[in-house]
């Protein structure tokens, strides 16, 4: 009996024991999980694993969009068409005296809107600075945890741009305040380092405190010289090294530049046959080559095909109508098919490049589709 019973008890003790062991492994198994998603949240950028906090829009000026060129813009209104250059550096000016803020991509502007700078006894100090830090959800460490939407900070003692009120004149204790809509825009677009110039008309030329459709500074904020003429025509591409490229036509000047990187690396003069004809904004992209391209006879080459990127549904003027109302200089074109390739966007606008540009444009931006032969 007492045999016996030690075996049952025996038996016993050894299924509490392994049921115990598999408690233990039981245990951290289904802990794991869980800890593996703690890790995972400790290791994902804020936002992920969860939705994003929305910044507060009460505090700010939403802003409206328009389509006309930036000192036309009221207060509260913003430029907003990245499409006219998708790729390249970007750069932007804030002008003081003008209280607009405009952004450059790849040499030629992308967006611009009105903004309110330091008041009295809080300027906004001038000079060539880098986004030091980004936060879409800052409040002011300074004043009150006012909130600072989109803020992307310029200097470590307070100055950054964000979202906020724009009454039409300076107002701020140092900040460059932009409407809600454009700062977010701008905020997705940007990254840390980019290079910020705060101009005015003491410590900066005419053509940075008033900037105009094409970038006065380079990406690092140094101001940009435009290539030497050689018979009105200019053409350096040694300037910049391989990279995007944007073409654009200004009718009112009657230039075509040529930037590569960021930085112009030609222009020329052309001729307009009607020369009353007022020219919408145009945007145009370069496509990949299909292989069922016609070839053009004069150089042997495949004819390149162009397609919208304004993403209008009604086109009223195919590609090749469009270019075939410009006379350009054959060697320009000649040199300027050596940079053009897939990706390159050509934008036709009316206003002027340079800041002298009065021009409003139109509501419609009209653009292109690759329905027809186009020059290079």
Same mark, same amino acid.
Request: charged content about 20%.
């Given at each position: 009996?007492?045999?016996?019973?030690?075996?049952?008890?025996?038996?016993?003790?050894?299924?509490?024991?392994?049921?115990?062991?598999?408690?233990?492994?039981?245990?951290?198994?289904?802990?794991?999980?869980?800890? !593996?998603?703690?890790?995972?949240?400790?290791?994902?950028?804020?936002? %992920? =694993? /969860?939705?994003?906090?929305?910044?507060?829009?009460? &505090?700010?000026?939403?802003? &409206?969009?328009?389509?006309?060129?930036?000192?036309?813009?009221?207060?509260?209104?913003?430029?907003?068409?990245?499409?006219?250059?998708?790729?390249?550096?970007?750069?932007?000016?804030?002008?003081?005296?003008?209280?607009?803020?405009?952004?450059?991509?790849?040499?030629?502007?992308?967006?611009?809107?009105?903004?309110?700078?330091?008041?009295?006894?809080?300027?906004?100090?001038?000079?060539?600075?880098?986004?030091?830090?980004?936060?879409?959800?800052?409040?002011?460490?300074?004043?009150?945890?006012?909130?600072?939407?989109?803020?992307?900070?310029?200097? #470590?003692?307070?100055?950054? %741009?964000?979202?906020?009120?724009?009454?039409?004149?300076?107002?701020?204790?140092?900040?460059?305040?932009?409407?809600?809509?454009?700062?977010?825009?701008?905020?997705?677009?940007?990254?840390?380092?980019?290079?910020?110039?705060?101009?005015?008309?003491?410590?900066?030329?005419?053509?940075?405190?008033?900037?105009? !459709?094409?970038?006065?500074?380079?990406?690092?904020?140094?101001?940009?010289?435009?290539?030497?003429?050689?018979?009105?025509?200019?053409?350096?591409?040694?300037?910049?090294?391989?990279?995007?490229? $944007?073409?654009?036509?200004?009718?009112?000047?009657?230039? %075509?530049?040529?930037?590569?990187?960021?930085?112009?690396?030609?222009?020329?003069?052309?001729?307009?046959?009607?020369?009353?004809?007022?020219?919408?904004?145009?945007?145009?992209?370069?496509?990949?080559?299909?292989?069922?391209?016609?070839?053009?006879?004069?150089? =042997?080459?495949?004819?390149?095909? #162009?397609?919208?990127?304004?993403?209008?549904?009604?086109? $009223?003027?195919?590609?090749?109508?469009?270019?075939?109302?410009?006379?350009?200089?054959?060697?320009?074109?000649?040199?300027?098919?050596?940079?053009?390739?897939?990706?390159?966007?050509?934008?036709?606008?009316?206003?002027?490049?340079?800041?002298? /540009?009065?021009?409003?444009?139109?509501?419609?931006?009209?653009? %292109?589709? /690759?329905?027809?032969?186009?020059?290079?």
């Amino acid at each position: 009996m007492q045999h016996g019973r030690a075996s049952e008890l025996t038996a016993v003790d050894a299924r509490s024991v392994a049921k115990e062991s598999v408690t233990r492994i039981v245990r951290p198994m289904k802990l794991l999980p869980a800890l !593996l998603a703690g890790f995972a949240l400790l290791q994902a950028p804020p936002g %992920i =694993g /969860a939705a994003a906090k929305v910044p507060p829009k009460h &505090t700010s000026t939403l802003g &409206t969009a328009k389509m006309a060129v930036p000192n036309k813009l009221k207060a509260g209104e913003y430029l907003w068409v990245p499409e006219v250059s998708p790729r390249g550096p970007i750069v932007m000016v804030v002008s003081l005296p003008e209280q607009l803020v405009y952004v450059y991509r790849n040499g030629v502007i992308i967006g611009a809107a009105t903004a309110s700078t330091g008041k009295k006894g809080h300027r906004t100090p001038t000079g060539v600075f880098t986004i030091l830090q980004k936060n879409e959800d800052h409040y002011s460490n300074l004043y009150n945890a006012a909130p600072m939407p989109y803020m992307q900070r310029l200097t #470590w003692d307070g100055i950054a %741009i964000h979202a906020g009120r724009l009454p039409g004149y300076p107002a701020s204790h140092g900040c460059v305040r932009l409407p809600y809509e454009f700062a977010r825009k701008l905020f997705a677009e940007t990254k840390t380092g980019l290079t910020v110039v705060v101009s005015d008309e003491k410590l900066f030329p005419d053509s940075v405190a008033h900037p105009g !459709l094409v970038a006065p500074v380079s990406a690092n904020g140094t101001s940009v010289n435009a290539p030497s003429l050689v018979n009105g025509i200019a053409w350096q591409p040694d300037a910049a090294p391989p990279g995007p490229v $944007t073409i654009l036509l200004t009718n009112e000047d009657q230039r %075509i530049r040529v930037f590569r990187n960021g930085v112009e690396i030609g222009h020329a003069p052309f001729t307009l046959m009607d020369r009353h004809r007022k020219i919408t904004l145009h945007v145009l992209t370069r496509l990949e080559p299909s292989g069922a391209e016609p070839t053009d006879p004069a150089t =042997g080459r495949p004819i390149p095909r #162009w397609l919208e990127v304004s993403g209008k549904e009604e086109n $009223t003027v195919s590609t090749a109508e469009l270019l075939a109302t410009f006379t350009i200089p054959s060697e320009f074109l000649t040199d300027l098919a050596t940079v053009v390739e897939a990706g390159t966007t050509l934008v036709i606008t009316q206003p002027a490049a340079s800041a002298s /540009a009065r021009t409003t444009l139109t509501n419609d931006v009209v653009a %292109i589709a /690759a329905d027809g032969p186009a020059r290079n």
